[in-house]
């Protein structure tokens, strides 16, 4: 399983961190995401093309998430 984590201004604007599942953001996001691209593309294409991996994709690039481990410790990809 993976984990993303984002940063919203939070009281005061001191940094608020929440750390998701992809089971969590695919909870949150899948119906308003899958919604769109159905009114934007038509459900027929949607469900031949739009998968849940292009969903958190999109997840992650809408809110800049960055892949972490589930207390929110960042995962260094190797160079």
């Known amino acids: 399983m993976k984990y993303w984590t ?3 201004p939070g009281d005061d604007d001191k ?3 929440e750390t998701l599942s992809e089971d969590d953001i695919l909870k949150e996001y899948w119906p ?3 919604g769109k691209m159905c009114e934007k593309y038509g ?3 949607v469900d031949r093309n739009w998968s849940k991996q ?3 994709e999109d997840w ?3 809110h800049w998430a960055w892949e972490t481990d589930s ?3 960042p995962i260094l990809e190797a160079k």
């Open 43 to 45: 459900k027929d294409e």
């Open 54 to 56: 292009n969903c958190i």
């Open 6 to 8: 984002i940063v919203e």
């Open 15 to 17: 940094p608020v961190y």
């Open 60 to 62: 992650v690039v809408v």
């Open 71 to 73: 207390a929110g410790k």
């Open 32 to 34: 308003y995401s899958y």
